[in-house]
């Protein structure tokens, strides 16, 4: 039976409505998955029926997480936040950690993985950290802006047996400091964390990339969607 993934909704905070790109679907279902877009809800019993029902969890890229969930007042430069939004995920990934689900993380993902651990972020990397690299691009999205590194004893290298990968940046906010248990994987040229993994869980990994914008027909998405479900 094919396992079935729990996909955080995105949020339209002008339009107050959910909302989704379907190749985050597009991907999980060509790769052997059913997907399943949660309801937007902070109710935990609503959430916890979910949770013990779906295999693993994607959560999407989207609004930057409110600084103060990391200890820092928000700068001019930070994004309005959807507090319901980081509630609800919060509340759900700290239950997936610890229940020991498979969980892939993108963009957004990767910062509330962070967050939730105890990492902190840079509220905009222009503003706050010294680089030559345009890590928010202009669309289209579905092309590469720059270049990662998979460190060698990280579980990215092993998978796609490549030092070097190409990926496209569509952020203002990265990891800053890295939370106690999570291990970096891939960093970019001007080192700035591209991916995390938390090694004594089953599968937790996260992105800062956007694999949703690459389709389906990459080698990349491919074994990458592929390792996240057979963990589920």
């Not at 105890?118 to 579905?142: C, F, R, V």
């Not at 001007?190 to 599968?203: R, S, T």
Request: with cysteine; charged share 20%; glycine share 6%.
């Amino acid at each position: 039976m094919k396992p079935v993934i729990g996909v955080m909704p995105l949020f339209d905070n002008q339009k107050d409505s959910i909302w989704m790109l379907p190749a985050y679907l597009d991907l999980l279902e060509k790769y052997g998955a059913i997907p399943l877009i949660l309801p937007f809800t902070t109710n935990q019993e609503n959430l916890d029926y979910f949770l013990g029902q779906c295999d693993g969890f994607l959560f999407t890229g989207g609004q930057d997480v409110s600084p103060e969930l990391y200890g820092t007042l928000p700068s001019e430069l930070s994004g309005e936040p959807c507090l319901k939004r980081d509630k609800m995920e919060i509340y759900c990934m700290q239950k997936v950690i610890a229940m020991d689900k498979p969980l892939l993380g993108i963009c957004r993902g990767i910062q509330v993985l962070n967050v939730v651990n105890g990492g902190t972020l840079y509220q905009d990397i222009a503003a706050e950290y010294s680089t030559q690299i345009a890590h928010d691009m202009t669309a289209p999205y579905d092309r590469v802006q720059h270049s990662v590194k998979l460190l060698k004893e990280g579980p990215l290298f092993q998978l796609l047996e490549k030092e070097n990968l190409g990926v496209n940046s569509y952020h203002h906010q990265a990891i800053k400091d890295l939370a106690p248990n999570l291990e970096a994987t891939a960093l970019s040229a001007d080192d700035l964390i591209e991916a995390v993994y938390m090694p004594d869980k089953k599968f937790v990994w996260a992105v800062q990339w956007h694999p949703e914008f690459f389709g389906t027909d990459t080698v990349v998405n491919e074994r990458l969607f592929k390792a996240f479900i057979a963990k589920c």
